[in-house]
């Protein structure tokens, strides 16, 4: 059990620990655990985002590949069946490059998010601190 001492002046009960960490521990926990949880949330929201662009490009390349095993039919020009393949592999490219650009688009986001969360973290911490170390300067 953390030793605890009073203020004559207010009659405030504080803990060995508030006073080795004057910034109101209990409140920095709290916000602290709050940036987490949001973090967490993030995360998750990113990881779906990302898990479901991978899973359409999945579902369209499969059925794309099953259109690519298709035999020419007798009487058809292979010269625009090729053509059609090659046009087929194009689309197909495009719709790739289109899904690396939103992953890393979602990877980017995320990490400035993330960025922002450590920026306020220390907005956050800022107050209680200077509310401690006032009574020094």
Same mark, same amino acid.
């Given at each position: 059990?953390?030793?605890?001492?009073?203020?004559?002046?207010?009659?405030?009960? +504080?803990?060995? $620990?508030?006073?080795?960490?004057?910034?109101? /521990?209990?409140?920095? *926990? %709290? !916000?602290? &655990? @709050?940036?987490?949880?949001?973090?967490?949330?993030?995360?998750?929201? +990113?990881?779906? $985002?990302?898990?479901?662009?991978?899973?359409? /490009?999945?579902?369209? *390349? %499969? !059925?794309? &590949? @099953?259109?690519?095993?298709?035999?020419?039919?007798?009487?058809?020009?292979?010269?625009? $069946?090729?053509?059609?393949?090659?046009?087929?592999?194009?689309?197909?490219?495009?719709?790739?490059? @289109?899904?690396?650009?939103?992953?890393?688009?979602?990877?980017?986001?995320?990490?400035?998010?993330?960025?922002?969360?450590?920026?306020?973290?220390?907005?956050?911490?800022?107050?209680?601190?200077?509310?401690?170390?006032?009574?020094?300067?």
């Amino acid at each position: 059990m953390p030793e605890a001492s009073q203020d004559k002046a207010t009659g405030a009960k +504080t803990t060995k $620990a508030e006073l080795l960490f004057p910034g109101h /521990l209990a409140e920095t *926990q %709290a !916000e602290g &655990a @709050a940036l987490f949880a949001r973090a967490n949330d993030l995360l998750l929201e +990113t990881a779906r $985002a990302i898990w479901e662009s991978q899973s359409d /490009l999945v579902r369209i *390349q %499969a !059925e794309e &590949a @099953a259109k690519a095993f298709v035999p020419i039919r007798p009487g058809d020009d292979p010269a625009a $069946a090729v053509a059609a393949y090659w046009d087929q592999w194009h689309d197909g490219t495009e719709r790739l490059i @289109a899904h690396m650009r939103r992953v890393n688009d979602a990877a980017r986001g995320y990490g400035w998010q993330l960025f922002e969360f450590y920026t306020e973290g220390f907005r956050m911490a800022e107050k209680p601190f200077q509310a401690a170390a006032r009574p020094y300067l």
